[in-house]
């Protein structure tokens, strides 16, 4: 037992020029045994969730920070004392881990953890992961029924004090509920325990659609009561008229800005106050992209990827871009330099359950339509599931963002930090247009770009966006421009 130490694991840069991370869920207590590779808690940074494994063998000795903490990089957040000798035993005594012992010992153990749905935080073994211990933390439970208690509405003060009990008792419920981090984060904005959360999705994975049906089960009982009790409000506040049952009874709502929303904020400030924004507008029928659209969707070079008119709008983009080099470019205020990329990584703003995060396709220049299509796709889905890695929202040059999916016709977009112009797709509607000289009704959508005029003035501009505009009118130009 001589040679045990104490090691202390720091708050590593997950992604390339981070600063800090919040912690969101410890998955050891002090006095567990960890293993190599073994996550031992969650993080949130400004660009993703992630999960991080201990480096080395041992027995936690302390946590450093409680969970909803922002933690700085390089900040020590866990102590693991490592040792060569036998294998610890569950209390503080001093002791060391032997991972050979750890598959001998599920008795011991509440439950083994189960495979991580954040794809690309942990290298996780093919085969099996390493259990570990979930310790039960009294006060913390007695704080999570609390919440509970008051979701489930006007609870009595007799109810408060039966809460932490109920989930005391059973022992079984150790082992962490599968969900995918949006859904993590929907259950904790609205104060439920996904360990109460019966999941429907596939190999027992808990959905937002159990999260939201587990609220209305809660709330259940909140819109009964006031039938129950008419005489109340009517004696106590006569003049007073009843809230709208669509608001909540509290007056205010604080949601602190951390993560994802505080990184956009402070990008987006800089942005507007840094480079001076110039937008453009232009009005295109896109009749003929629309049907292409639909000829691609049966073409069998396509089957089995998405297929829209986002993509079509990003391969006229790339076209114009090509024609009009110095338009992908960015400015360097300390060298006081234009700097022209000779790549395109395509930006594509995307609505999560975190925030707005713009992930990108790396050399998407270099990729055919179909290519282009599979990239689309994969960039979409990860976003949705929130397993977008940091790298993947490091390095863009040009971003779309599509506002048409909210039956928006257009907007003024801000610049992404470092890049020189950002598209803003608006709504694909039917509307009346002069085609052929009749007027007719034609498939019509309005795009705006926004770009830094410092390094691109009117004319680049505009002919970037007459070109965009003019590939979508008509889309036979990707052969002969591309």
Known sequence: MTNASVREFKMPDVGEGLTEAEILKWYVQPGDTVTDGQVVCEVETAKA?????????????????????????????????????AAPAQEEAPAAAVPAAEPEKPAEQPAARQPVLVG?????????????????????????????????????????????????APAAPAQRPLAKPPVRKLAKDLGVDLATVTPSGPDGVITREDVHAAVAAAQAPQQTAPAAQPAVPAVSAPDRPAAPASYDTARETRIPVKGVRKA????????????????????????????????????KEFAGLRVNPLLLIAKALLVAIRRNPDINASWDEAAQ?????????????????????????????????????????ELVSTAR??????????????????????????????????????????????????????????????????????????????????????????????????
């Open 49 to 85: 969730a992630v999960e991080l494994p201990i480096p080395y063998d041992g027995v936690v000795r302390a946590l450093h920070f409680p969970e909803g903490t922002t933690v700085d990089v390089g900040t020590s957040i866990i102590a693991v004392e490592v040792a060569g000798g």
């Open 120 to 168: 690309y935080g942990v290298a996780t073994s093919s085969t099996r992961r390493r259990p570990r211990k979930q310790a039960q933390d009294p006060v913390a439970r007695q704080a999570a029924s609390a919440v509970q208690a008051e979701l489930n509405g006007h609870g009595a003060a007799p109810a408060a004090p039966a809460a932490p009990v109920a989930p005391a």
């Open 385 to 482: 599931e929130g397993r977008t890695s940091p790298s993947a929202m490091q390095g863009g040059t040009v971003t779309i963002t599509n506002v048409g999916v909210f039956g928006v016709d257009t907007g003024t977009p801000i610049l992404n930090p470092g890049e020189s112009a950002i598209l803003a797709v608006g709504a694909i509607k039917p509307q009346p247009w002069v085609h052929k000289g009749k007027v007719k009704p034609r498939q019509v959508t309005t795009l705006a770009l926004s770009f830094d005029h410092r390094l691109v003035d009117g004319e680049l501009g505009s002919k970037v966006l007459a070109d965009v505009a003019a590939v979508l009118e008509q889309p036979k130009r990707l052969i002969t421009w591309a």
């Open 337 to 377: 330099e234009i700097v022209v990329k000779h790549y395109v990584n395509l930006g594509i703003a995307a609505a999560t359950p975190r925030g707005l995060i713009v992930p990108n396709i790396k050399d998407a220049h270099a990729k055919t339509l179909p290519e282009l299509a599979a990239s689309l796709g």
């Open 264 to 299: 956009t904020a402070a990008a987006m400030v800089g942005s507007a106050f840094t480079a001076p924004h110039v937008t453009e507008f232009v009005t295109v029928d896109v009749t003929r992209t629309m049907k292409l659209v639909e000829e691609l969707k049966q073409d």
